[in-house]
């Protein structure tokens, strides 16, 4: 495959992962549910949860890392000729690390917050917690379609690694452990 070909991939599948994450960001974030509970109103909202508080920012900065890459993409595309040397090695394991970074955080999050609203949803007698999810509804239908795309988001975020990853190792030999390849 040429390179031409996986940046265009890498250019397709950025602005999707991008559109998941801020979904993800925006279901969690603006969900809320009012119920009116024995002689008050009682109001769920992301904030009563701490693990999608921080799922919130997460995938948040999450979209925005993936718009920056996306615009890395359009510009190594252009100019990736002038990158030479000890740069461009720099570049692509920046690039490979960062993509690591955000997969393994995105994924961690999102999977903190599936346990937390699992505990929401089954509840635990032993620390007196109650299920939410027979009062709220709602709220618990929309966190679990936001973790669903939270989920589908890491996805294309580890395939999107996996292109870092081959961008990276082919500039090395294949023939001796992490050497550059020669210039013929």
Known sequence: MELSKITKVEAFLRPLA??????????VG?????????YYNKTVTYRDLKALWVLVYVTSIAAAYNLLQLSRCYFSARYQENLKGSRKLLAYWSCFALDQLAVYITFATTSAAMEHSILVLTGMDDF???KWCNRFTRFCF???GSL????LASFL???LSFISAFNLFRLYSPKQFLTLKSRQ
Do not use: E, H, R, S
């Open 30 to 38: 603006l969900d809320t549910q009012t119920k009116y509970i024995i």
């Open 157 to 159: 975020m580890v395939t």
């Open 18 to 27: 991008m559109i998941l994450l801020v979904a993800t960001a925006c279901l």
């Open 148 to 151: 669903l795309c939270g989920y």
């Open 142 to 144: 929309i966190i679990g």
């Open 128 to 130: 007196q917690w109650m």
